[in-house]
């Protein structure tokens, strides 16, 4: 069965500092791979996603993650965080063996410090 | 607007009452999506509605949870007698038909209180 695994439920960094958040997946074949944002009291927004082609996904607000099928993660980085960044981020898994499910991560909650 | 919808935003019930929760999906999506985010947990899924097949209820907690979908769009979430445990955000997505590599559309969801 597919399985998410975020590294971390809280992230701090400063404002200019690099953001990572980590995710892993487990699947015996290469899943798609999205990540979502979630401000407070609102649903979630995808930020980018990986489906097939160029490992190095670019989404919104500066984010961009890379398929590392080798080391089975996909991690979301951003150079220069900004303080409109905090907010929960999911990473979630789909397809291909595991039929319509979605299954996404417990989430990673990030604070921007000033 | 063209997001989905859901209402109401927010819902206080007293124990033991039925509650009704609504979603309305983006116009042409096919594939409709209910999830239940209790307080920092991620997403649980509850059940998912594709086109005119017999929508998958396997993520259903319990037979006090039902939900339809009619006419293919909006669709109704529906739990009986509550309980506390039911507390949490429900949230609705839906997508334009379904396949793996399509992204979900999310709601703000109902903040369910059960007192």
């Known amino acids: 069965a597919q399985s998410v695994t975020q590294l971390g439920s809280h992230v701090s960094v400063s404002e200019g500092a690099l953001v990572l958040l980590r995710c892993n997946y487990s699947?015996?074949?290469?899943?798609?791979l999205f990540w979502y944002v979630q401000y407070p009291n609102q649903g979630l927004q995808l930020l980018l996603k990986?489906?097939?082609?160029?490992?190095l996904v670019k989404g919104i607000n500066g984010f961009e993650a890379e398929f590392k099928k080798s080391e089975t993660s996909f991690h979301l980085t951003k150079p220069s965080a900004h303080m409109s960044d905090a907010a929960e981020y999911f990473c979630?898994?789909?397809?291909?063996?595991?039929?319509?499910?979605?299954?996404f991560g417990a989430g990673t909650r990030l604070f921007v410090k000033a | 607007g063209a997001g989905v919808s859901q209402s109401p935003s927010n819902k206080v019930t007293e124990k033991g009452k039925d509650v009704e929760l609504r979603c309305d999906p983006i116009?042409?999506?096919?594939?409709l999506y209910w999830y239940r985010q209790s307080l920092g947990q991620g997403l649980e899924f509850l059940i998912y509605?594709?086109?005119?097949?017999?929508?998958?209820k396997s993520g259903l907690p319990s037979d006090r949870f039902s939900a339809e979908r009619t006419g293919g769009s909006v669709s109704t979430l529906t739990i009986q007698r509550t309980q506390q445990e039911d507390s949490a955000v429900y949230l609705c997505?839906?997508?334009?038909?379904?396949?793996?590599?399509?992204?979900?559309?999310f709601g703000d969801g109902t903040r369910l209180s059960i007192l």
């Open positions: 699947s015996s074949v290469p899943p798609y």
């Open positions: 979630a898994v789909r397809g291909p063996t595991g039929g319509f499910k979605t299954i």
């Open positions: 990986y489906t097939t082609g160029a490992t």
């Open positions: 997505a839906s997508s334009l038909d379904g396949a793996d590599n399509q992204p979900q559309h």
């Open positions: 116009s042409g999506h096919t594939a």
């Open positions: 509605f594709q086109g005119n097949s017999a929508p998958d």
